[in-house]
C-alpha cells in the first residue's frame, strides 16, 4: 500500500469511527456495479442509455444524485466515500409503474371476463370495502410492499370513490418517503349505487384531497375521473374545472381499452367524434394526462394525444388478460405520443417489470399474425422496454427531472437487478456477450426473484424484515 493511500484509509477509519454511529445514514454513499440508465428515446436516439460495466453510482446526504460514471474516475473524485459494492450486479433507477389500481391488489388473477363484465363481476363489489381507513390502509401496505419488492419505486395509482382510500395509500407510501401519484376515482352513474358520488361531492374531496397531499413530501395528485362511461357530462365538467384550479396536478383515466367500451362511450356522447374527443371536450388533455392503454385509437386521436402532451400508459399483461386487443407502439412513435408501461394490477397479471416488458414484447410479435403487413412490425427491443419502464414512463408522467434517470440532482430511487437470480438465469446468462442480450434474457426469464435490493432517495427497503431479493437467499 502507498503511504499516502495508507494516510487516507487511516483518516477515513479515524472519521468513520467518530462519525459513523450518529450519522451513518446521512453518509455520501457510492454504489459499485454495472450502471445502467436511460438518456434518450431508442426509437429517436442512437446512443440512448449510459452502461458502466464497473461504474459507480454516488448518492449524496439529499438521497439524490451526485454523480454517476466509471468507477475509477468517479472514485478518484471521492477518495473518503463509503463504497457499497454490489459488483455483478446491474444497478439502474427504479422502476415507473404508469397506471395500477391498488384497491384491486386482492382481486388479481379473478377468472374469465372482459372488461365491462370483469368491473361488475369482480372490481366495484372488491373496491366497496375501501371506505373502511383501517382496510384501506391494510390493502396499501401490502401494495407497496409490492412495489418494493418488484424494484417499482414511482407509480401512478388509482384510489377509489373513497376518499379514505387516498390518505391510506398517501400514508403508507410516506413511510418510505416514495414518489407516488394518486387520486380518487370520480363516478357518478353506471356503477352499484354504493360507489357513486356527485359531480359537486366529487369535486369538492378532489380539492380537498389536492392541497392535503399534493406536493406533500413526494406525494402529487391526480384528478381520476374512472371512465368516460361512469362520469355525467356534469362530472366531466368539474373534472376540467379542477385541472384549471391546479393547473400542475395530475389527470389520470382510461381511454380506449375495449371495442365494447368505445361502442358504449358513442352511445353516451352522441355528439362525440370519437372516444378522445369526450375528454378533450371537458380539457382533459394536456401534459401529465396519463391515459390508460389506448389500445384502439385512430391516428387522429394519436396525433391529438401528441399536440395535447398526453399520454399513453401501455399495460400488456392486462390487455392480454382481458383480451382487449394489441397496443399499436409503433404507431405511438410515428406521432411522437409521450408512452410509460403500466401493469393495471388487478387486471395485470403482475407487479414485476421484468414480466410486464416481457408480455409487451410478445405483444409485438402477436401483431405480426394480425397486421396486412406484417414486415413492417417490428419486434420490441429489450432497450426500447427498459426504456419504457423508467426514463420513458418518467417523462410520460413529466418527472424526468425527479426520476427516471442517474441524471444529477436527481432522486436516487434505484434499484439492484441479480442477473443470476435462478439457476435458469445463470445457466442462460453464460451465453450472453452485451448488456442488451443480458437485458432480455432478464426480461424473458426475470421476476421478482430478481430483484436483489430496491433504494428509495438513497435509502435501503426492506419488505418483513427482509431486502427486496430475499427469494434469492431462500432460492438457493
Ligand atoms: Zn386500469
Redesign the pocket.
Known sequence: MKLSTCYKALITAAVLSFTAPAFAQYQTTAYRASILHFVADPAVSQTPYEYYEDGVLVVGTDGKVKAVGPANTVLNNYPYIQVVDYSGKILMPGFIDS?V?YPQTEMIASFGEQLLEWLNTYTFPTEQQFSNKTYAKGVAKTFINELVRNGTTTALV?GTVSPNSVDALFEEAQTRNMRLIAGKVMMDRNAPDYLLDTPASSYTDSKALIQKWHKNGRALYAVTPRFAPTSTPEQLTKAGQLLQEFPDVYMHT?LSENKGEIAWVQSLFPSSTGYLDVYNSFGLSRNRSVY?HGVHLRDDEFQSLAQTGSAIAF?PT?NMFLGSGLFNLQKAEQYGVKVGLGT?VG?GTSFNAFQTMNEAYKMTQLRKAFVDDPDTVNPLKAVKAYYLATLGAARALSLENQVGSFKIGNEADFVVINPNATDLLKFRMQKTTTIEDKLFVLQMLGDDRAIQNTYVMGKKQTVNGYGSGYYQYTYN
Open positions: 397506471h389500481h388509482f382510461h390508460a399495460c392486462s393495471d387486471a
